[in-house]
C-alpha cells in the first residue's frame, strides 16, 4: 500500500504561484512513477502532470505547460508541483497520485494510488 498526502493548496490571486507538495509512504517510493490531477466542481479529474520514477521524463497537459513544473525529491519521497501565472480556470481539488510501473501519461486509470486532495482557489 501507498499513503500520499498533498499539502500546500490554498487562494492565491490570478498571476500568483503556489507549490504543491505530495508525501509518499508504505512502498519504496523510487518505484513509482508520479502525477498531479485536478477536479474543478461538476467536472470529471484531469490529468495536470506526471514524471517518472528518476525524474527524467515528465509529461503536462496543454493548459498548464509552461506555467506548472513538477519534481520530485527521492530523498525526501515527496513529489512537488510549482505553479506559476495561475489563472481562476486552475481552480480545482488537486490530488497527487502513484502508479507502481513508471507510466507518464494523462489516463487516471493506470494510477494506482491516489491522495486526499488539497483545494487550489485562484481568484481574479
Known amino acids: 500500500q501507498v499513503q500520499l498526502v498533498e499539502s500546500g493548496g490554498g487562494l492565491v490571486q490570478a498571476g500568483g504561484s503556489l507549490r504543491l507538495s505530495c508525501a509518499a509512504s508504505g512502498r519504496t517510493y523510487r518505484e513509482l512513477a508520479m502525477g498531479w490531477f485536478r477536479q474543478a466542481q461538476g467536472t470529471e479529474r484531469e490529468f495536470v502532470a506526471s514524471?517518472?520514477?528518476?525524474?527524467?521524463?515528465?509529461g503536462f497537459s496543454n493548459s498548464v505547460k509552461g506555467r506548472f513544473t513538477i519534481s520530485r525529491d527521492n530523498a525526501k519521497n515527496t513529489v512537488y508541483l510549482q505553479m506559476n501565472s495561475l489563472k481562476p480556470e486552475d481552480t480545482a481539488v488537486y490530488y497527487c497520485a502513484a502508479n507502481i510501473g513508471d507510466y507518464v501519461g494523462s489516463s487516471r486509470h493506470a494510477y494506482n494510488y491516489w491522495g486526499q486532495g488539497t483545494q487550489v482557489t485562484v481568484s481574479s
Open positions: 514524471i517518472s520514477r528518476g525524474g527524467g521524463h515528465t
